[in-house]
């Protein structure tokens, strides 16, 4: 039996959580845990890329770790102040090797929130962890993944034809692949930048892709193609233990006839395969939606993902696109000349829970 009693939670922020000693303890729970997305440089980079405050609350039985929970303090004078694990991935949360460590850490993160005075704490879990102060969830998307065969032929064989079709159109397309680090990241950002106005969505700083690549130098890549001199599609890649995942990713309309987002998504399977990975994460999608059905036709389905949250102002309802409130500013966005966008988007977004 596992007890409460001897259970420490302890908060690490600022320069302490830099300390190689600590990082390499974190590191090593992680790792042994599964917590991929819950591992110190999924939060550090983050935090650096969209200006958040990072915090670590830390569960320890008999000095040795028990659980783990990384939060970002997300700040917004237009939309208010939030405490969430994490900003941009999908997965994260509470990592805990019991019931009496997760309960202990969200604890300990709701009386964060409360001394923060947050409009809310958001949990991204994919299981929900049982809490008492958690009063609501959103159960409205799952993540689509697919089980990777160990080949690309085995892969081809598994669509339909009518997916090889399209990517057999363009592979007669006159793209050209790049795969790359910093040298490729101009090229993505002016596709992911371009797309986001598209949707009259703010869009991230190209700080925050330099900040995933420097945390996950091994793992993050980018992938772009090119027709012309000109970027049609990229997305960012990052491997992960067993799984790559596709947390960017766009393609321009115009290239829609040539096949682009096709071809590039052939190419980041592959790639996946390449490496020996054995799962590929296309992301969260809400259920029949395009997304989910243009992930369906790869082969993924969808597991579960329970955001979690402990709501102390408003409703969470209010922070989401598809409000009401949001509609107008969302036409005005699309009408925005990209440059200007690519200056005042990233103040907004890493407001943006």
Not at 96 to 121: H, K, N, Q, S, W
Not at 243 to 248: A, E, K, L, N, R
Not at 273 to 299: A, C, H, L, P, V
Request: aromatic share 10%; charged share 20%.
């Amino acid at each position: 039996m596992t007890s409460a009693t001897d259970l420490q939670i302890e908060q690490v922020q600022g320069e302490a959580l830099k300390e190689p000693k600590f990082l390499a303890a974190w590191s090593q729970f992680t790792d042994q845990a599964a917590g991929f997305y819950s591992c110190a440089a999924w939060l550090l980079a983050t935090s650096q890329g969209l200006n958040h405050d990072p915090h670590v609350l830390v569960a320890r039985r008999g000095g040795q770790w028990v659980g783990v929970l990384p939060l970002s303090l997300v700040r917004s004078a237009l939309f208010g102040r939030f405490l969430v694990s994490l900003p941009y991935v999908n997965t994260a949360g509470v990592v805990a090797c019991d019931t009496a460590a997760a309960v202990g850490l969200i604890d300990r993160a709701v009386a964060l929130a409360d001394e923060l005075d947050v409009r809310f704490l958001e949990l991204r879990h994919e299981r929900p962890v049982e809490h008492p102060r958690l009063n609501q969830q959103r159960t409205d998307k799952v993540h689509m993944r697919l089980l990777l065969p160990d080949s690309s032929e085995m892969l081809w064989k598994a669509l339909s034809p009518k997916v090889r079709n399209q990517i057999r159109k363009g592979q007669k397309q006159d793209f050209e692949i790049h795969w790359g680090g910093l040298e490729v990241l101009n090229e993505f950002y002016a596709v992911f930048s371009r797309n986001m106005r598209d949707l009259g969505t703010p869009v991230f700083s190209q700080k925050l892709f330099s900040s995933l690549l420097e945390g996950f130098p091994e793992s993050a890549e980018f992938c772009t193609l090119t027709t012309a001199g000109k970027a049609a599609a990229g997305s960012l890649l990052i491997h992960g233990p067993g799984v790559t995942q596709v947390p960017s990713a766009s393609a321009l309309r115009e290239f829609n006839r040539q096949n682009a987002n096709m071809l590039m998504y052939w190419q980041l399977l592959c790639r996946a395969i390449e490496r020996g990975q054995k799962t590929f994460d296309f992301g969260r999608s809400s259920q029949d939606s395009n997304t989910f059905r243009f992930k369906k036709q790869w082969g993924a389905e969808g597991e579960p993902a329970v955001w979690q949250y402990y709501v102390r102002k408003g409703d969470i309802s209010e922070m989401r696109p598809e409000s009401a409130k949001y509609r107008l500013l969302i036409k005005t966005w699309q009408r925005l000349p990209v440059p200007l966008t690519r200056w005042i988007g990233p103040p907004i977004v890493r407001g943006i829970p």
